[in-house]
């Protein structure tokens, strides 16, 4: 079992940033990839960027250039680095962790991009 728990989420202004945290515990050995998905109300969970243990990443095309992912293996932590952030960023972001027989998902954070 792989537990995860998101943090640094907010209200920000449009044209700000933020950082999120996605620290997992547990059987972190056996994860291959996390990734940071968004919900927003009525509408399906979205990929917005994913990384391998390698540092192979992924992202979703409405936010390359402006969000950046990294992991540091050694703290089973991902992030998310979020600039230039704008209405549309309004979501909450859930971390997925990914391992050879299943997902494990975070609480979720919200992230509010407001004036």
């Known amino acids: 079992q792989v537990q995860l728990v998101e943090s640094g989420g907010g209200l920000v202004q449009p044209g700000g940033s933020l950082r999120l945290s996605c620290a997992a515990s547990g059987s972190t050995f056996s994860i291959a990839a996390m990734a940071w998905h968004r919900q927003v109300p009525g509408k399906q969970r979205e990929l917005v960027a994913s990384?391998?243990?390698?540092?192979?990443?992924n992202y979703a095309d409405s936010v390359k250039g402006r969000f950046t992912i990294s992991i540091d293996n050694a703290k089973n932590t991902v992030y998310l680095q979020m600039n230039s952030l704008n209405p549309d960023d309004t979501a909450v972001y859930y971390c997925?962790?990914?391992?050879?027989?299943?997902?494990?998902w975070g609480q979720g954070t919200q992230v509010t991009v407001s004036s």
């Open positions: 990384i391998t243990r390698g540092s192979i990443t």
């Open positions: 997925k962790a990914r391992d050879i027989l299943r997902e494990y």
